[in-house]
């Protein structure tokens, strides 16, 4: 029983596939004291799982936040999607709580199925409707999806339906032009998120939804929040609050991360990507003149 009274069931007791792409061993990790990731959508073609599977190789952290949508159950329902790479996700997570990382699972609208069992612990993993996270330097900031303060969902649920077969749609085409530019050479780039940028209902869109859900933070005496739901990955003062949205790992492929110092980062993943290529690439070219003078030499 957990502290709340509740069974604490084990993931172990099922069984989770070994992954088909196995941790790398000496990989240099860095380590934050708290990491905050949402809007995966596993089960979807559109979730970048390539991207979300490096970055777990490449960061580690005390405790870690699983802000809602982790697994797409509206998509799930209508078509069974489920590649290695996706199962490699879910793999990683419960070996970081096997490991002793502190995980907190908030279910979100996509895999609201979830939500019944709030209060419970599965595998080193406890699922809550919300939390409360204390930063290294004293700030208590409310954590949760943010569902609960989209107009869409809560007045016209079946909205929410047809924009999300909308949005699937573009995915689909955004997974189809990354595939071309990675033929290319070229890096990952987010055909959606541009797209909602340029439209100004979207804009709108996302500004009311940061001052309300900041305006709540507020109103239950916080000094922050943290979400995502709208993918749109922010670190921004609203009022009395401040207000992180942890961003998405099927556009903008980001994450949210507090330092052992309690400083707060947005990390852009795909540009980490590009960077640790870059600096690769300059080794190498470094590596050649050195060779070729020691055999000069010899």
Known sequence: MDSAGTADFDLAD??????????????????F????????????RGCNARLLIDF??????????LVGDIIDGWRMKKRFYWPASHNDVVWRILKRAKRGTRI???????DEMFRQFTGLSFGGV???RKAIHETADGRKLLVLHGDEFDAVMLAHRWLAYVGDAAYVTLMRLN????????????????LSKVAKHKVKNAVEFIGRFEEVVAHEAEARGVDGVVCGHIHTAE????GGVDYYNDGDWVEGCTALVE????????????EEVERRKAAQAAEAEQAVPAAAGALVAA
């Not at 777990?56 to 936040?65: A, C, E, G, N, P």
């Not at 907190?104 to 996509?110: K, R």
């Not at 670190?235 to 609203?238: E, L, T």
């Open 14 to 31: 099922f069984h989770i596939a070994a992954p088909a792409h196995p941790e790398p061993e000496g990989n240099e990790r860095r380590r």
């Open 33 to 44: 004291r708290t990491i905050w990731i949402s809007d995966i959508h596993l089960g979807t």
């Open 56 to 65: 777990l190789d490449h960061v580690d952290s005390d405790m870690l936040y």
């Open 104 to 110: 907190t699972y908030i279910p979100g609208n996509h």
């Open 126 to 128: 406890a699922i809550r």
């Open 175 to 190: 997974v189809i032009v990354n595939a071309v530019r990675s033929r290319l050479g070229l890096p990952y780039w987010s």
């Open 235 to 238: 670190i921004r003062r609203i």
């Open 259 to 270: 330092h052992f110092d309690g400083r707060m980062e947005v990390l852009h993943w795909a």
